[in-house]
């Protein structure tokens, strides 16, 4: 029988809040973390708008001096790390063996940042002036290797680079790392920082994000009639995963148990979904299948939602297909209405949303569902919170490339 795993630990970095609480305040208060982007002169691009984490400081936890060798998305994984580890209570200085320790953390694009400004300086002042440090800034497996570094933690280790699932993806092999007893805890989660010119060029010229520059905070609208398009947005989301045992024996608190991953992929298209959900719903398959749930027993999911137009049905024929009539009873909303999408970062914050709703049973909304898409006809949780009864929930990512990665959590 494999080992329980149960989530210790939470700390994140977003548009809409850089502590845990914080951002659940406002989460369930139905606000918006979307606005004009002031890191950079937009004014030239078709979309002038994002989830920007403005006023993040990497110094309240990094040393002043270090923080020049961490491209962004490694310095907000960083400080979601030490939120989490800090939430977690545990003393990682003093283990008793730093093997049985690990970090996984995925990334969809890792240092732009920094590859925009070596490259910069490339062509401006010629290449012996690139900066030594660009590879190690710039590669996904920076955070985590960063994680790891901080805290001598020698167990299992890795980058994951799975598009928008890739957080999803770290989180899940986590968990089978401590199911299969290759560690006692993981520090695991996303990373993304790619809110730069050439990042917000390149979604732009793939007509992918949505153009409500004159009203950031109605710009996301997943399974919305009026939707038109995601909204770009950065931020981490890091979670201390432990076994049960482990974390029993010192007192740790507990947010929730994690039952079951699936993954799958669409084999379809490098950019559209399945218009049929076919590789979403073998995701959701998988997880209950790992979880050894019933679809009926899942009372709250999550959604990947990211009002693409495409992207939304195809999440809702996918609920359809594995839940059957009982996807018409589960509630169902997106965090992405309020915060944008983190791409592989995503998932790390929406697996604390989930968690977060099973510690306090209420469902977070999806703001901005004023004229629902009669091809998304599901309960979307529109507008408001909703108070409720929830035994289990699922966390859905999907990202370009195919790729779907879906978690379970349940009640402990």
Same mark, same amino acid.
């Given at each position: 029988?494999?080992?329980?795993?149960?989530?210790? @630990?939470?700390?994140?970095?977003?548009s809409l809040g850089q502590r845990v609480e914080d951002f659940w305040r406002r989460l369930l208060a139905g606000e918006s973390g979307i606005s004009a982007i002031e890191r950079?002169?937009?004014?030239?691009?078709?979309?002038?708008?994002?989830?920007?984490?403005?006023?993040?400081?990497?110094?309240?936890?990094?040393d002043k001096r270090e923080t020049r060798h961490l491209d962004r998305f490694a310095q907000m994984a960083v400080a979601a790390a030490d939120q989490a580890v800090k939430d977690s209570g545990l003393d990682l200085a003093n283990l008793p063996d730093p093997f049985r320790a690990g970090a996984i953390v995925g990334s969809g694009i890792g240092g732009l940042a920094e590859f925009e400004e070596q490259h910069r300086r490339l062509l401006e002042k010629g290449p012996m002036r690139v900066s030594p440090f660009m590879v190690p800034k710039l590669m996904i497996n920076a955070a985590a290797g960063q994680i790891?570094?901080?805290?001598?933690?020698? @167990?299992? &280790?890795?980058?994951?680079? /799975?598009?928008c699932a890739s957080a999803n993806n770290a989180i899940g092999q986590a968990l089978w790392t401590i199911q299969s007893d290759e560690a006692d805890l993981m520090i695991t989660g996303g990373s993304e920082a790619a809110l730069?010119?050439?990042?917000?060029?390149?979604?732009c010229a793939a007509r992918a994000l949505s153009t409500r520059n004159d009203?950031?905070?109605?710009?996301?609208r997943p399974f919305d009639l009026q939707r038109d398009g995601f909204v770009l947005s950065e931020g981490a989301g890091i979670i201390v995963l432990e076994e049960y045992e482990h974390a029993k024996r010192r007192g740790a608190k507990v947010y929730a148990e994690v039952i079951g991953f699936g993954m799958s992929g669409d084999g379809l298209?490098?950019?559209?979904?399945?218009?049929?959900?076919?590789?979403?719903?073998?995701?959701?398959r998988a997880m209950l299948n790992d979880g050894c749930a019933e679809p009926d027993s899942v009372d709250y999911i999550n959604a990947h939602g990211t009002a693409t137009p495409l992207g939304d049905i195809a999440e809702t024929k996918a609920i359809k297909a594995v839940f059957g009539?009982?996807?018409?009873?589960?509630?169902?909303?997106s965090t992405k209405s309020s915060i944008g999408h983190l791409l592989g970062a995503s998932g790390g914050v929406e697996f604390i949303a989930t968690a977060l709703a099973i510690r306090d049973q209420v469902a977070?909304?999806?703001? /901005?569902?004023?004229?629902?898409?009669?091809?998304?006809?599901?309960?979307?949780?529109?507008?408001?919170?909703?108070?409720?009864?929830?035994?289990?929930?699922?966390? /859905?990512?999907?990202?370009?490339? @195919?790729? &779907?990665?879906?978690?379970?959590?349940?009640?402990i």
């Open positions: 029988m494999a080992r329980r795993v149960v989530v210790t @630990g939470l700390g994140l970095i977003t950079f002169d937009a004014s030239g691009f078709t979309v002038r708008i994002a989830g920007e984490v403005k006023d993040f400081d990497p110094e309240v936890c990094i790891s570094i901080r805290y001598a933690i020698k @167990g299992p &280790n890795a980058g994951v680079a /799975n598009a730069t010119p050439l990042g917000l060029a390149g979604f009203e950031p905070a109605r710009a996301s298209h490098i950019v559209q979904p399945d218009p049929e959900g076919r590789g979403a719903a073998g995701a959701m009539d009982h996807a018409r009873r589960l509630a169902i909303s977070p909304p999806t703001i /901005n569902l004023e004229d629902p898409d009669p091809e998304c006809d599901l309960d979307y949780v529109p507008l408001k919170p909703r108070p409720m009864s929830i035994r289990r929930a699922a966390s /859905n990512s999907f990202g370009f490339g @195919g790729h &779907n990665a879906c978690l379970l959590l349940q009640k």
